[in-house]
């Protein structure tokens, strides 16, 4: 089965200094990268996904600022395809889908931002369309919420998300595991 990784949205907004500085979003990118690196040296496809906010009132993720750019952590190389979008669902109104076919792609790996919206929409459309998933939890991120006056913090909202991800739509494991699998695998 041919997998590739799917790293959504590891822009510099979310990181320390950014617009929408997310919890651990430092230690997420680490393993992000160290998984992109796993994907890199057994040959794998990597695809990175990164948000352009194009909505009225944005404050983040604009066009043509640095926080819009990926983060270094896990920055493009040459040849890797990065795709632009413009709504949490990484599929929507983008050319993924034709990506992984053209690479003959049915197994996706995913890392990225925020666990909470786009890592979580776009692992469910990728349920949908067939596509087996594994998502490293700890090269995910994301924020507190609030609902109803009651605040959430941010480590139970990633951990609400990727439990409800974790079974049917996806198996969620440490980066290392994924990474350890990468490279047993043969397509």
């Given at each position: 089965?041919?997998?590739?990784?799917?790293?959504?949205?590891?822009?510099?907004?979310?990181?320390?200094?950014?617009?929408?500085?997310?919890?651990?979003?430092?230690?997420?990118?680490?393993?992000?990268?160290?998984?992109?690196?796993?994907?890199?040296?057994?040959?794998?496809?990597?695809?990175?996904?990164?948000?352009?906010?194009?909505?009225?009132?944005?404050?983040?993720?604009?066009?043509?600022?640095?926080?819009?750019?990926?983060?270094?952590?896990?920055?493009?190389?040459?040849?890797?395809?990065?795709?632009?979008?413009?709504?949490?669902?990484?599929?929507?109104?983008?050319?993924?889908?034709?990506?992984?076919?053209?690479?003959?792609?049915?197994?996706?790996a995913?890392?990225?931002?925020?666990?909470?919206?786009?890592?979580?929409?776009?692992?469910?459309?990728?349920?949908?369309?067939?596509?087996?998933?594994?998502?490293?939890?700890?090269?995910?991120?994301?924020?507190?919420?609030e609902?109803?006056?009651?605040?959430?913090?941010?480590?139970?909202?990633?951990?609400?998300?990727?439990?409800?991800?974790?079974?049917i739509?996806?198996?969620?494991?440490?980066?290392?595991?994924?990474?350890?699998?990468?490279?047993?695998?043969?397509?």
């Open positions: 089965m041919r997998s590739a990784l799917l790293l959504i949205d590891i822009q510099n907004d979310y990181f320390p200094g950014g617009a929408m500085t997310l919890d651990g979003s430092d230690a997420a990118g680490a393993r992000a990268g160290q998984l992109l690196a796993a994907f890199r040296a057994a040959g794998r496809p990597v695809i990175h996904i990164r948000h352009q906010s194009v909505r009225p009132g944005a404050t983040f993720f604009l066009p043509g600022t640095p926080g819009a750019e990926i983060h270094a952590s896990v920055a493009p190389q040459a040849g890797e395809p990065v795709l632009d979008k413009h709504f949490p669902n990484s599929f929507r109104e983008t050319a993924l889908q034709e990506t992984l076919q053209k690479l003959g792609v049915e197994e996706l995913v890392a990225g931002m925020m666990t909470h919206m786009c890592v979580d929409a776009t692992v469910r459309a990728a349920f949908d369309l067939g596509y087996r998933c594994r998502v490293a939890g700890d090269a995910c991120a994301t924020r507190g919420l609902h109803d006056g009651a605040q959430v913090p941010a480590g139970q909202v990633h951990a609400a998300f990727l439990a409800a991800l974790n079974g739509y996806a198996t969620v494991e440490p980066s290392a595991a994924v990474a350890q699998k990468v490279a047993q695998k043969a397509d």
